[in-house]
């Protein structure tokens, strides 16, 4: 992985003091990328990371050419083995995309026709970057190579099939093999993995550190995920506001990090953190009381799905699920997609029903209570979105929206007592005045996800259910949200429900765990028992899969390693 | 990734309290824009004083200036009788045009509630609604509001209930729509969690985030409903031949549109600006409101 490969003149691809900027008004532009260099030498792998608004994609977008009408190129210049392409006519660079440079994009569920079958899209790719093969047979099998190659081993097969009948996992391999039917010596891949589960995540990781071995070909990997950098790279470059802000060899990054930033993103990794987080407080006492505040029972429930030609089929999303709650804890629920965690936070909030089994919230059976009694009842019980982008009222001020609930349940009568809860409510999530009257847009995704704890914790419930509430946040944002959870438990007393499919994140709130696969539970108990010493085989995959085993390798903090390491000692 | 733009701009932002002299500011640089809106306002200004934008009487011809053409004194020239059309014309947009509004604030009112119900319901509900919806855009609209003002009587009132019924469908159709994209937006289903009852989350959450659509659609319709409420007088459905008003202008013009051709021009280029401006103010109101 670290072995070096033959050096040439030219890097395969350098940046230099590339400066890109947008148009925001009629003569405003507003700076995305501001002087960047960089350089990937064949056969190595850099990662280039960053949270969401850093520039990393504008800058790729820039070095493909691909950038939108309202971006320029301001200052800078790229170039490919030494021949430089700046200013490059997008007919020109269409010939250097795919021939010289591969691209795979980032999500594979979006970013392939719906409507051609793989292999005519594959084949796409070989005929325009590979003249030479002329009859369409030739351009089969290159096309059937090429799948190959990207590791799908029933290439025949997807060869015949369209994008919705295959898995993620197989989509991104398929656009892998686009990417590389040109024969390229670069690839630029933009978040590849982001949309998938971790396992498969792994599995696609895996597959290009072997490419790259097999190949020679130089790989630019653009992650938000330390983690995966940190696993994967020969080199990493950490991006901030538009600039390299620092750029090393892994080790190097890890063992001497120059800059705040870095060091910020690496503590906020959940794989940095020794154990469970504790309240800002002071040691969170354990909670006596741990009778049940929520228990589910032999929870089932079938979809109905549509097949091909009237056929009906079912899909078994939940299967006979227990779950049990203490009182002052956090229950987390883990599994990969298509796992039913969704659907189950669902059910335990009567948002879906369920065709069987039963909930109890104390001693209050929800299934099949009525509208009135629920809404009773979700005094108590509340919910969080994952998507803090769509659960807020696009129309409604932070001031209205946290009052909604106290209106709804008419707890805070009067105008004064409701804007003295709600201002009070908002300063529990760290949030004062002076949002009261910004609308979700005006709001980072972070504010939002506050706003939306708030306007949760308003009706003073007991239970919170959180579907994947930190998910679409980034990591920094991610470690002030948990630790505001944290402490909000410790203050209130509540117990939460916390769905998610990120172990590491399990680890730094949970006490007690549920895996789910395919709609059944596979394991459940204590965290630091399913974590440290995984009963079931499915357990042990997804903690293996965890990216960041290396974040603390280095030795700089004295946490165990989470993933791997854990497995390994079982 | 987001564009980043996006999250370094969103504090700054404030959407919905634009300063009005921003909003001028954004019409100054689109000049079409502003026409039709200028067009538009003039005819409400016709509509509402007439007398403030012409001293001729619509009714008091001089018979020896009888189809004069257009010129300084006649700017849209005489008729038969001598009568300034200009003036008709003025005099005219008050008819036409509150037959118009009156056709679509019945549209919108029956049709939003329509869409409305039949979307947050759903079910037998949506089901009876939508098929009766089809039942209405089954027949030609000016073949229903025709039926429906001889069923009526002819009068201008008429002609604005006529015209209305025909397009509830549309507004139907359009509000139904949007009520089911929005009611699958997790914000509806927060606020049911939120201890909403199904009234309030309608009222709302759902009616204000899918309202924008269809009052782009009311706009449009506005243009439609000129014109279908002009060619309903044109036919003779509308209000008898004394009073002017714009499709019956266009009538009276019609016979010596040959050797006079400003007699039905002229009025009806005013009915072809009403209803180009109106179509090009909703078509910006969709632009802005895109989601």
């Known amino acids: 992985m670290t072995d070096v490969p033959e050096r040439e003149e030219d890097p395969l691809l350098r940046i230099a003091g590339l400066a890109i900027d947008y148009r925001t008004g009629r003569r405003r532009w507003t700076p995305a990328v501001r002087g960047v260099d960089l350089h990937v030498d064949p056969g190595e792998f850099v990662s280039l990371v960053g949270e969401s608004g850093s520039g990393k994609s504008t800058l790729v977008q820039g070095a493909l050419g691909l950038l939108p009408p309202s971006a320029r190129i301001r200052a800078g210049s790229i170039a490919y083995s030494g021949v430089d392409v700046t200013g490059w006519s997008d007919q020109r660079m269409a010939r250097v995309r795919g021939n010289y440079v591969g691209f795979i994009p980032q999500d594979p569920n979006t970013s392939l026709n719906p409507v051609k079958k793989i292999g005519q899209q594959v084949i796409e790719s070989v005929r325009f970057n590979a003249p030479d093969a002329r009859n369409a047979a030739q351009h089969r099998e290159a096309a059937l190579e090429s799948l190959r190659t990207a590791g799908l081993k029933d290439a025949e097969r997807v060869f015949h099939q369209y994008p919705h009948e295959l898995s993620g996992g197989m989509k991104q391999r398929a656009l892998i093999a686009i990417a590389l039917a040109g024969r390229p010596r670069i690839v630029v891949a933009d978040e590849p993995t982001s949309a998938l589960d971790v396992t498969v995540q792994k599995v696609i990781l895996d597959h290009l550190m072997r490419l790259r071995e097999e190949l020679g070909i130089g790989i630019l990997l653009i992650t938000h995920d330390l983690g995966v950098a940190l696993d994967r790279s020969d080199r990493i470059l950490v991006m901030q506001d538009g600039r390299i802000v620092e750029e090393g060899p892994v080790r190097q990054v890890l063992e001497n990090t120059t800059h705040d930033y870095t060091r910020r993103l690496l503590d906020a990794a959940p794989a940095r953190q020794a154990g469970r987080l504790e309240p800002t407080s002071g040691p969170r006492a354990r909670p006596t009381d741990t009778s049940p505040v929520l228990r589910a029972r032999a929870l089932t429930r079938t979809y109905q799905l549509r097949g091909g030609r009237g056929r009906r089929r079912q899909l078994r999303a939940l299967d006979g699920v227990d779950l049990v709650v203490r009182k002052g804890t956090t229950h987390a629920i883990v599994g990969e997609s298509g796992a039913g965690k969704s659907t189950l936070a669902s059910i335990l909030v009567q948002f879906t029903a369920a065709d069987s089994g039963t909930v109890h919230i104390g001693d209050r059976e929800l299934t099949g209570l009525g509208r009135r009694e629920l809404r009773e009842i979700r005094r108590d019980l509340q919910f969080v979105f994952q998507n803090p982008f769509t659960s807020l009222d696009p129309r409604f001020t932070v001031g209205k929206l946290v009052a909604e609930p106290l209106q709804a349940f008419k707890l805070a009568t009067g105008k004064q007592e409701r804007t003295a809860r709600v201002v009070e409510l908002l300063g529990a999530v760290a949030l004062d005045e002076s949002h009261l009257h910004r609308l979700p847009a005006e709001l980072s995704g972070g504010q939002r996800q506050r706003v939306a704890i708030a306007r949760a914790l308003a009706p003073n419930p007991g239970i919170l259910v959180l579907d994947e509430a930190v998910s679409a946040l980034d990591v920094s944002v991610q470690a002030q949200i948990l630790q505001l959870l944290v402490d909000l438990q410790a203050e209130l007393g509540l117990s939460y429900v916390f769905v998610t499919h990120d172990l590491g994140v399990v680890r730094l709130i949970a006490d007690d765990v549920t895996v789910m696969k395919g709609g059944v539970v596979v394991e459940t108990g204590p965290v630091e028992q399913v974590l440290r010493s995984p009963r079931h085989e499915y357990t042990r995959e997804l903690l293996e899969a965890v990216p960041g085993a290396g974040i603390n390798g280095a030795g700089t903090s004295g946490g165990e390693r989470v993933g791997a390491a854990i497995a390994h000692q079982a | ?291």
């Open chain 2, 1 to 291: 990734m987001t564009v980043p733009l996006d999250t370094l701009a969103a504090p700054a932002r404030r959407g919905s309290a634009r300063p009005l002299l921003g909003r001028l500011g954004g019409l100054a640089r689109q000049p079409v824009l502003m026409v039709s809106w200028i067009i538009v306002l003039v005819v409400i200004g016709w509509a509402v004083a007439p007398r403030l934008f012409t001293s001729y009487s619509p009714y008091e011809g001089d018979s020896a200036a009888s189809f004069a053409p257009p010129s300084v004194e006649h700017w849209f020239g005489t008729d038969r009788l001598g009568r300034d059309l200009f003036a008709r014309t003025v005099y005219g947009a008050h008819t036409t045009l509150t037959a118009t509004l009156l056709a679509v604030l019945i549209a919108f009112g029956i049709g939003t509630v329509a869409g409305l119900i039949a979307g947050f319901s759903g079910g037998i509900v949506d089901t009876a609604v939508m098929r009766l919806v089809d039942v209405f855009l089954a027949i030609p609209s000016l073949l229903l509001a025709m039926v429906v003002v001889s069923v009526l009587g002819y009068s201008t009132q008429n002609i604005a209930l006529a015209v209305g019924i025909s397009s509830i469908a549309s507004f139907a159709r359009v509000m139904r729509a949007e009520v089911l994209a929005v009611v699958t937006q997790d914000y509806v289903r927060a606020a049911y969690g939120l201890g909403r009852g199904r009234l309030g989350v309608m009222l709302r959450h759902v009616v204000p985030n899918s309202l924008s659509s269809v009052v782009a659609l009311a706009a449009l319709e506005v243009g439609t409903a000129v014109l279908a409420v002009a060619s309903l007088g044109f036919l003779g459905y509308g209000a008898p031949p004394p009073q002017p008003e714009w499709g019956l202008l266009v009538a009276e013009g019609r016979d010596y549109v040959a050797t006079h051709p400003w007699a039905a021009i002229m009025p009806g280029l005013a009915l072809a600006l009403v209803v180009v401006a109106a179509h090009r103010i909703s078509t910006s109101y969709r632009k802005e409101h895109r989601r």
